[in-house]
C-alpha cells in the first residue's frame, strides 16, 4: 500500500509517492518517487514541463551598452535632447535625427572615448546610441554632427555676426537643474569664477590671439571662463573670450549673464586677477556679494601686508587640505570700502620664497665677485651684458652696482642691498583678500576664497577627460559649438557624481564607475525565428551601486552577470 506525503521546503510543497516496509522487526517508510510541486489542487502535482533548446543559436552582433546606457538616460533625466531640439528646430520629442540627439552623442563621445573624435560616426555605430535615439546608424555622419554645430551656432550670411541659442540653451538646462537639485534652504547662489586658456589651431577665427602662455604649446589661444556653483560644482555657463583678454575685461559679461539667466543673487568668487576698484563696484550694484584676491601691486595693498603678521598659532589656524594656512581680519577699510579686509600667511610658500631669494642672492653675490677679479681686461658694454645674464630683472634690486673706467681698465663697485631684501621678506609668503561682507570673519573668508579650487577641477575634467584642448575647428561658430559640447559632457559628469553621492563607497569616481560599467555589452542572439537582446558582462558589484543611486532594472531582466 502506498499514499502521497508532503513535505514543504520554503513556498513549494514536494510530493512524494511512499510506502510502509518492515526491516529488522521495525515499521519504517520507503519512497517509491518523487512527483513533483504540488499545484492548485492539494496533494496534485503540476504538469511536467519539457525543457525545449532550440536548433540554431548564434550572436548576431555585440556593441557597447553600459557606460552610453547610463549616460543617455541621465540626459534623459536633465532633458537635455528637448532642451536643444526647442531652440533648435522648435519642436520636442522629434522622430528621427535631431541636433539635440547628435549634440547629447557627441557629448557622451566626449565622456568616454574622446581620442575618437575624428571617427565618431564609427564609434556611434559600435555602441547602441543609434538605438537609445530611434535613429538608423548610416544616419549618423560626420557631417550630420557638423549641421547640428550649425544649428546652435552659426554665422548669419547677411550681417556675418554670430547667432547663437547657447545662451539660451545654458539658461534652461540650469533651471531644469535647479528643479532637480534645489538649493538647500532657498539659499542664494554662491558661485565660482574663474579663466583658463585654450590652445588652438588655425589663425583665421578672430578669437585666436598670441596668448600669454602661448610659449608652453607654440599654438595660439583662447580663453574659457567658466561660472560654477559651490552647492554642487554645476557648470551654470560658460564664455569664450579672444586669447589676449585680460580676465578683468570678462566681468561685464559674468553679471550680464548672471542677470539673464536670472541666478539668485549670492556671492561671487575670484581670484586676484579680476579684482579693482570698478569690478567691486560693478559687482555691488548687481546686488552681488563678493569674496576675492587682492594683486601687490598697489602700494595700499603691499604698505597693509606688510604691516601685518598674522599669528601662528591654533587662534588663526584655518584648516586646509593642502597647505598650512593663517590668517588675520584687519580692521581697515580698502577700495575705500568698509568690508572684511583679511591678510593670510602660507607658512610652506613663505619659506620657499625666503629660500630661492637667499639661493639667489648668494649666487649673483658669487658671479659679481669673479666677475670683479677679470672685468679690468672686459669693455664696458661686454661687464653691462655679463651682469644682465647673471642677474634677472626680478633680483635688480637686491644689489647696487657702478662700473668705472680707469687707466687699469674697468672698475667694478657692488654690494647688496639690505633693505630692499628685508622689505621684501615682509611680503613672503602673505596675500590680501577681500570680503564685502563685513560680519565675515577672516577664517570665513578663507575658507570660502580657498574653497574655489573645484573650477580648476572643471578646467582639469576638460582638458583632461573630454579633451577640449587644443580645439582643431576653424570657424568661429564651431568653436564656440564645440565648447558648448563639452561642457554638455561635464554636466552629464557633475550629475552622474551627484548620484554616486548616494552609493556606500565614497571612493568611487565618476570616471572608475564609468570605466567599470563600460564593460557591459549587448548582445543580439538569433534562437530559431525569434532575436533575443541580453545585456553580458555586468558584475554584481556595479548591480548593487546602479541600485544604491536609482538606477535599478536599468538593464532590464536578461542579464549575464560575469
Known amino acids: 500500500m502506498s499514499w502521497i506525503r508532503r513535505i514543504k521546503r520554503g513556498n513549494q510543497i514536494y510530493l512524494y509517492e511512499v510506502t510502509t516496509v518492515w526491516e529488522n522487526g521495525k515499521s519504517k517508510q520507503k519512497m517509491i518517487q518523487y512527483l513533483g510541486v504540488e499545484g492548485d489542487q492539494e496533494k496534485v502535482p503540476k504538469p511536467k514541463t ?21 549616460l543617455w538616460k541621465i540626459a534623459e533625466k536633465l532633458n537635455c535632447v528637448n532642451i536643444i531640439d526647442r531652440y533648435t528646430t522648435g519642436f520636442e520629442d522629434v522622430q528621427g535625427p535631431s541636433p539635440g540627439k547628435y549634440l547629447t552623442t557627441w557629448a557622451i563621445n566626449r565622456l568616454i572615448d574622446p581620442e575618437s573624435a575624428t571617427q565618431l560616426d564609427a564609434w556611434v555605430k559600435s555602441t547602441i546610441l543609434s538605438d537609445l535615439t530611434g535613429m538608423d546608424p548610416l544616419d549618423f555622419s560626420k557631417d550630420a554632427y557638423l549641421q547640428s554645430l550649425d544649428a546652435i551656432c552659426s554665422t548669419s550670411k547677411k550681417t556675418q555676426r554670430i547667432q547663437s541659442h547657447i545662451p539660451f540653451i545654458e ?53 574659457l571662463s567658466v561660472i560654477t556653483s559651490y552647492f554642487d560644482s554645476y557648470p551654470i555657463a560658460h564664455f569664450v573670450h579672444p586669447g589676449g583678454f585680460h580676465s578683468i575685461t570678462t566681468v561685464p559679461d559674468l553679471m550680464i ?31 552681488w556679494k563678493l569674496i576675492c584676491g587682492v594683486t601687490k601691486r598697489t602700494k595700499e595693498a603691499r604698505n597693509l601686508i606688510a604691516r601685518t603678521e598674522p599669528g601662528i598659532d591654533p587662534d588663526h589656524l584655518v584648516p586646509t587640505q593642502c597647505m598650512n594656512i593663517y590668517a588675520e581680519k584687519v580692521d581697515t577699510p580698502l577700495f575705500g570700502r568698509k568690508g572684511s579686509v583679511v591678510v593670510y600667511v602660507n607658512s610652506e610658500r613663505r619659506m620657499r620664497d625666503r629660500k630661492s631669494r637667499n639661493c639667489a642672492i648668494y649666487q649673483i653675490s658669487e658671479d659679481f665677485k669673479e666677475l670683479q677679479t677679470s672685468c679690468s681686461q672686459l669693455k664696458k658694454e661686454e661687464v653691462v651684458k655679463r651682469i644682465e645674464k647673471f642677474m634677472p630683472k626680478s633680483c635688480a634690486k637686491y644689489f647696487d652696482y657702478s662700473l668705472l673706467e680707469s687707466q687699469a681698465g674697468i672698475e667694478l663697485e657692488w654690494s647688496a642691498n639690505s633693505d630692499a631684501r628685508i622689505e621684501a621678506e615682509r611680503l613672503d609668503g602673505k596675500y590680501l583678500l577681500y570680503a564685502t561682507d563685513p560680519s565675515l570673519s577672516g577664517r570665513d573668508v578663507v575658507m570660502q576664497y580657498f574653497e574655489r579650487d573645484f573650477v580648476e577641477k572643471v578646467f582639469r575634467d576638460l582638458k583632461l577627460f573630454e579633451e577640449i584642448a587644443p580645439i582643431r575647428h576653424r570657424k568661429e561658430s564651431r568653436i564656440l559649438g564645440i565648447v558648448f559640447v563639452c561642457t554638455l559632457a561635464l554636466r552629464l559628469k557633475v550629475a552622474l557624481r551627484t548620484m554616486l553621492e548616494g552609493a556606500k563607497d565614497k571612493d568611487l569616481s565618476g570616471e572608475k564607475f564609468l570605466k567599470q560599467i563600460g564593460r557591459v555589452h549587448q548582445v543580439d542572439l538569433q534562437m530559431d525565428d525569434d532575436v533575443q537582446i541580453w545585456y553580458v558582462g555586468l558584475q554584481k558589484k556595479i548591480e548593487k551601486v546602479l541600485e544604491e543611486i536609482g538606477m535599478k532594472g536599468l538593464f532590464g531582466e536578461r542579464v549575464r552577470h560575469s
Open 171 to 223: 539658461a534652461e538646462l540650469y533651471q531644469k537643474w535647479r528643479t532637480l537639485h534645489p538649493l538647500p534652504d532657498q539659499s542664494p547662489e554662491t558661485i565660482a569664477y574663474d579663466l583658463t586658456p585654450i590652445p588652438t589651431y588655425g589663425e583665421e577665427c578672430p578669437l585666436i590671439e598670441p596668448g600669454s602662455k602661448t610659449h608652453e604649446t607654440q599654438l595660439n589661444q583662447l580663453n
Open 257 to 287: 549673464r548672471l542677470k539673464e539667466m536670472m541666478v539668485p543673487q549670492g556671492t561671487i568668487v575670484w581670484d586676484r586677477g579680476y579684482t579693482t576698484t570698478a569690478e567691486i563696484g560693478r559687482v555691488e550694484k548687481e546686488g
Open 50 to 70: 519539457k525543457r525545449v533548446r532550440p536548433d540554431r543559436i548564434h550572436p548576431l552582433q555585440s556593441r557597447g551598452a553600459g557606460d552610453v546606457l547610463l
